[in-house]
């Protein structure tokens, strides 16, 4: 079986390029963002294969704005994508999951049209075992696109279907890119010998249904009744069941394995997490688009989570994402209308 699934060879500078083509009044602003972003990704995928040797494994003493000990690659992450976003005249203001406000430009740097708001190292549990581990990143457009002054709060708290760009890096046994521009999904992988990402596969498409559920079924104990139901519906030994269980623990990576081979992730509510656990705008928004973007569903349960007006730069919310028909019979069960 090939690895590659496209028709030619586009590094991802080029890809960015191209497209463009279909913003006739393009800058080139934009490019040159992506270029940045795409130079602090490589950055911290060298360190993450490095990191037992540079002593960057293991806990710091600080916490973050969740209460949770923040991981030394953690903050090593998101010092790296600040500085390499910071100065570039591309963004007005930057928001961060390990950050408790939002990260304003410096002063003496000129201020652009554009918001990013991004997880630096998402499965940051998973950091000190050498499993798959990522980056979450989210683009908007500034309120005023006419401004030239630091950008706000306002700026950050955009619904998700305003995102002009979202895209994920795994860092696994290879380094993966996932990006959406809003014109379909594309994959990158990096290649370290020639240091760069080229497409390996393009345009992708999610089936329909899948054959695998994704949820940490440790909480099955917390969560509603309905949510009981659907996870007990998938094991059962009936036409089409039962699901199997593949949960790794950091949502890019499930939510890859996802887009891949279809089937649902779910972070449901639950009694110690009543309004969900993922953030809104460094996680599910981001991710929502890029399923959505290769024909899959990602609600609330109930509402189109792209569709959520956010209030709080940390907000949470609960998670159902992939195939389309799976995430519909997911919502019946949690709504109560299975029966």
């Given at each position: 079986?090939?690895?590659?699934?496209?028709?030619?060879?586009?590094?991802?500078?080029?890809?960015?390029?191209?497209?463009?083509?279909?913003?006739?009044?393009?800058?080139?602003?934009?490019?040159?963002?992506?270029?940045?972003?795409?130079?602090?990704?490589?950055?911290?995928?060298?360190?993450?294969?490095?990191?037992?040797?540079?002593?960057?494994?293991?806990?710091?003493?600080?916490?973050?704005?969740?209460?949770?000990?923040?991981?030394?690659?953690?903050?090593?992450?998101?010092?790296?994508?600040?500085?390499?976003?910071?100065?570039?005249?591309?963004?007005?203001?930057?928001?961060?999951?390990?950050?408790?406000?939002?990260?304003?430009?410096?002063?003496?740097?000129?201020?652009?049209?554009?918001?990013?708001?991004?997880?630096?190292?998402?499965?940051?549990?998973?950091?000190?075992?050498?499993?798959?581990?990522?980056?979450?990143?989210?683009?908007?457009?500034?309120?005023?696109?006419?401004?030239?002054?630091?950008?706000?709060?306002?700026?950050?708290?955009?619904?998700?279907?305003?995102?002009?760009?979202?895209?994920?890096?795994?860092?696994?046994?290879?380094?993966?890119?996932?990006?959406?521009?809003?014109?379909?999904?594309?994959?990158?992988?990096?290649?370290?010998?020639?240091?760069?990402?080229?497409?390996?596969?393009?345009?992708?498409?999610?089936?329909k249904q899948g054959?695998?559920?994704?949820?940490?079924?440790?909480?099955?104990?917390?969560?509603?009744?309905?949510?009981?139901r659907y996870v007990?519906?998938?094991?059962?030994?009936?036409?089409?069941?039962?699901?199997?269980?593949?949960?790794?623990?950091?949502?890019?990576?499930?939510?890859?394995?996802t887009l891949h081979?279809?089937?649902?992730?779910?972070?449901?509510?639950?009694?110690?997490?009543?309004?969900?656990?993922?953030?809104?705008?460094?996680?599910?928004?981001?991710?929502?688009?890029?399923?959505?973007?290769?024909?899959?569903?990602?609600?609330?349960?109930?509402?189109?989570?792209?569709?959520?007006?956010?209030?709080?730069?940390?907000?949470?919310?609960?998670?159902?994402?992939?195939?389309?028909?799976?995430?519909?019979?997911?919502?019946?069960?949690?709504?109560?209308?299975?029966?």
């Amino acid at each position: 079986m090939s690895f590659l699934r496209v028709s030619r060879l586009v590094t991802i500078e080029r890809h960015i390029a191209e497209e463009q083509e279909f913003h006739p009044s393009a800058t080139g602003e934009y490019s040159r963002l992506l270029r940045d972003l795409t130079l602090a990704l490589r950055i911290i995928a060298r360190d993450v294969r490095r990191a037992g040797l540079n002593d960057v494994l293991g806990i710091t003493d600080s916490m973050n704005v969740h209460g949770e000990t923040v991981k030394k690659l953690d903050e090593f992450a998101n010092e790296v994508i600040f500085r390499a976003m910071d100065h570039g005249g591309h963004l007005c203001v930057m928001a961060s999951e390990e950050s408790e406000g939002i990260i304003k430009i410096p002063d003496e740097y000129a201020k652009g049209k554009y918001v990013l708001l991004f997880d630096p190292l998402d499965g940051s549990s998973n950091i000190d075992v050498n499993t798959t581990i990522g980056t979450i990143f989210s683009i908007y457009r500034r309120l005023d696109p006419q401004s030239t002054e630091d950008g706000d709060e306002r700026d950050v708290l955009q619904p998700g279907y305003k995102q002009v760009a979202a895209g994920y890096a795994c860092y696994g046994s290879a380094t993966t890119l996932v990006y959406t521009s809003g014109h379909g999904v594309d994959v990158f992988t990096y290649d370290q010998t020639i240091g760069d990402f080229l497409l390996t596969h393009e345009k992708v498409r999610m089936p329909k249904q899948g054959k695998i559920y994704s949820v940490n079924e440790g909480n099955y104990a917390l969560w509603s009744d309905g949510m009981k139901r659907y996870v007990d519906h998938l094991k059962k030994q009936e036409q089409g069941k039962p699901y199997s269980l593949r949960y790794i623990g950091t949502a890019v990576a499930d939510i890859h394995r996802t887009l891949h081979y279809g089937g649902i992730f779910m972070y449901p509510a639950d009694s110690k997490y009543p309004n969900g656990k993922l953030r809104l705008l460094y996680e599910l928004n981001p991710l929502a688009m890029i399923i959505e973007q290769a024909g899959g569903r990602a609600t609330d349960g109930m509402n189109r989570i792209l569709d959520i007006i956010p209030t709080d730069i940390h907000q949470r919310a609960q998670a159902f994402m992939g195939s389309e028909l799976d995430v519909l019979e997911a919502e019946l069960f949690v709504n109560g209308h299975d029966s």
